[in-house]
């Protein structure tokens, strides 16, 4: 492998930890802090709060102490994320997402939302974030986002970002700087890497994952692992 898509794996870190946090944990530090810098007091929105990823984000924003309010699609969804330290979880299914986040925030909006969703809450999240907010769009699950004219950010003054974890890590010291970070709040125990299944490299395996992380009505939480090898 060549040594710029390397990172160094601390001992205490088991390999099972590193494979499931790797990715979607490089990503959340750095869209915790590059695309938008989370600070204590700070009100966050995650869409998805209870997958992968908004799991991650939730719990790193917690440790710096902004208010998290989440999205999910059902109630033991809403439990897991509430466990992770969400302090508001919306059902979208049966409740109104904008009219809630308006409710929770006396009408302001949020400071930054963070969208891995795409097309199907782009359009929602400008009703959502404040004068002067970011929306950070780093996602698109449910299909990609329209075009969007300048304009649109206009009356806001809103911050829009599509930002991509590779751009983020191009030199040596950015990679060190954020495989350090990562490995520090795993480490400390702030942040608890979920993963829901483990599943054999075999072509049933790999299917099996790829149903049970398609399935209508979202059947997973967390990270979905596939075991190559034993150790």
Same mark, same amino acid.
């Given at each position: 492998?060549?040594?710029?898509?390397?990172?160094?794996?601390?001992?205490?870190?088991?390999?099972?930890?590193?494979?499931?946090?790797?990715?979607? %944990?490089?990503?959340?530090?750095?869209?915790? !802090?590059?695309?938008?810098?989370?600070?204590?007091?700070?009100?966050?929105?995650?869409? /998805?709060?209870?997958?992968?990823?908004?799991?991650?984000?939730?719990?790193?924003?917690? !440790?710096?102490?902004?208010?998290?309010?989440? /999205?999910?699609?059902?109630?033991?969804?809403?439990?897991?994320?509430?466990?992770?330290?969400?302090?508001?979880?919306?059902? #979208?299914?049966?409740?109104? /997402?904008?009219?809630?986040?308006?409710?929770?925030?006396?009408?302001?909006?949020?400071?930054?939302?963070?969208?891995?969703?795409?097309?199907? !809450?782009?359009?929602?999240?400008?009703? *959502?974030?404040?004068?002067?907010? /970011?929306?950070?769009?780093?996602?698109? *699950?449910?299909?990609?986002?329209?075009?969007?004219?300048?304009?649109?950010?206009?009356?806001?003054?809103?911050?829009?970002?599509?930002?991509?974890?590779?751009? #983020?890590?191009?030199?040596?010291?950015?990679?060190?700087?954020? %495989?350090?970070?990562?490995?520090?709040?795993?480490?400390?125990?702030?942040?608890?890497?979920?993963?829901?299944?483990?599943?054999?490299?075999?072509?049933?395996?790999?299917?099996?994952?790829?149903?049970?992380?398609?399935?209508?009505?979202?059947?997973?939480?967390?990270?979905?692992?596939?075991?190559?090898?034993?150790?």
């Amino acid at each position: 492998m060549p040594w710029e898509k390397l990172y160094p794996v601390p001992d205490a870190v088991s390999p099972l930890t590193a494979a499931a946090a790797l990715l979607q %944990g490089l990503t959340a530090v750095t869209l915790l !802090t590059e695309s938008y810098n989370v600070q204590r007091d700070d009100t966050v929105l995650v869409h /998805t709060v209870a997958g992968g990823m908004g799991l991650l984000l939730t719990q790193i924003a917690k !440790t710096r102490g902004a208010t998290v309010i989440g /999205t999910t699609s059902t109630e033991a969804k809403a439990k897991l994320a509430r466990e992770h330290g969400a302090d508001h979880v919306i059902l #979208y299914p049966t409740e109104n /997402t904008v009219q809630r986040v308006l409710e929770l925030t006396g009408g302001a909006g949020v400071d930054v939302i963070y969208d891995g969703v795409g097309k199907d !809450t782009f359009e929602s999240d400008f009703e *959502m974030i404040r004068r002067t907010g /970011t929306l950070v769009s780093y996602g698109s *699950m449910s299909g990609a986002v329209p075009p969007v004219p300048l304009s649109k950010l206009t009356p806001k003054n809103v911050k829009l970002l599509r930002p991509y974890l590779s751009h #983020y890590t191009v030199t040596l010291e950015e990679r060190d700087r954020w %495989g350090a970070e990562l490995w520090k709040v795993l480490l400390g125990g702030q942040v608890k890497i979920n993963i829901f299944q483990e599943y054999p490299f075999t072509a049933e395996g790999v299917q099996q994952a790829h149903r049970d992380l398609t399935q209508a009505g979202g059947k997973t939480t967390g990270k979905l692992v596939i075991k190559v090898a034993e150790k």
